[in-house]
T-cell receptor
Framework: DADVTQTPRNRITKTGKRIMLECSQT?????MYWYRQDPGLGLRLIYY???????NKGEISDGYSVSRQAQAKFSLSLESAIPNQTALYFC???????????FGQGTRLTVV | QKEVEQDPGPLSVPEGAIVSLNCTYS??????FMWYRQYSRKGPELLMY????GNKEDGRFTAQVDKSSKYISLFIRDSQPSDSATYLC??????????????FGSGTQLTVLP
């Protein structure tokens, strides 16, 4: 089983719909992240959480919200999806010293 | 200007070739440097991790950091078709709290032809 699991793996949704992407991890890490990946732009940080009570905005948080339900669970929501949120979304965790990130398999989201 | 620049490629090489992948950066505070490999439809996986300047070797892979030039490289010797993937460089400074975030390059797409 994967250490960082994302659901769903693929999703097509309509403009204006609310959608939630879920992430769970078994690595026991406190730190969790949500990134989006677009061609030519690399990975950009949306939100990150250092523990259950700590949520921080990343580089591109507008239009997104997150919830840290437990140490192992971190979900990303698009309150009202728009087409330019079509992208590949990755959840990640990092070790306690933040040296490296461990990524999930990704969620391919298409907003039509 | 991006903090981290990486040639997106695509780069195609014959099997057995030596591959050189590179990133340049502008933030002199970066101290930790990583290379991730991402196969199609998969998440990035850590390939190499180095701290500060110097070289690090792991099998067919060598990571090189030149902080004076703000330039990092990943060399792949005896490249194999299974090395075909997108390679992402990433780096971060030594800082506390929220400043300890990774900055990624945009990735170089590599194809090794049999």
């Amino acid at each position: 089983d994967a250490d960082v699991t994302q659901t769903p793996r693929n999703r097509i949704t309509k403009t204006g719909k609310r959608i939630m992407l879920e992430c769970s991890q078994t690595k026991g890490h406190d730190r969790m992240y949500w990134y989006r990946q677009d061609p030519g732009l690399g990975l950009r940080l949306i939100y990150y959480s250092f523990d259950v009570k700590d949520i921080n905005k990343g580089e591109i948080s507008d239009g997104y919200s997150v919830s840290r339900q437990a140490q192992a669970k971190f979900s990303l929501s698009l309150e009202s999806a728009i087409p330019n949120q079509t992208a590949l979304y990755f959840c990640a965790t990092s070790d306690p010293r933040d040296r490296v990130a461990f990524f999930g398999q990704g969620t391919r989201l298409t907003v039509v | 200007q991006k903090e981290v620049e990486q040639d997106p490629g695509p780069l195609s090489v014959p099997e057995g070739a030596i591959v050189s992948l590179n990133c340049t950066y502008s933030n002199s505070a970066f101290q930790y440097f990583m290379w991730y490999r991402q196969y199609s439809r998969k998440g990035p996986e850590l390939l190499m991790y180095t701290y500060s300047s110097g070289n690090k070797e792991d099998g067919r892979f060598t990571a090189q950091v030149d902080k004076s030039s703000k330039y990092i490289s990943l060399f792949i010797r005896d490249s194999q078709p299974s090395d075909s993937a997108t390679y992402l460089c990433a780096m971060r400074p030594i800082s506390s709290g929220s400043a300890r975030q990774l900055t990624f390059g945009s990735g170089t797409q590599l194809t090794v032809l049999p």
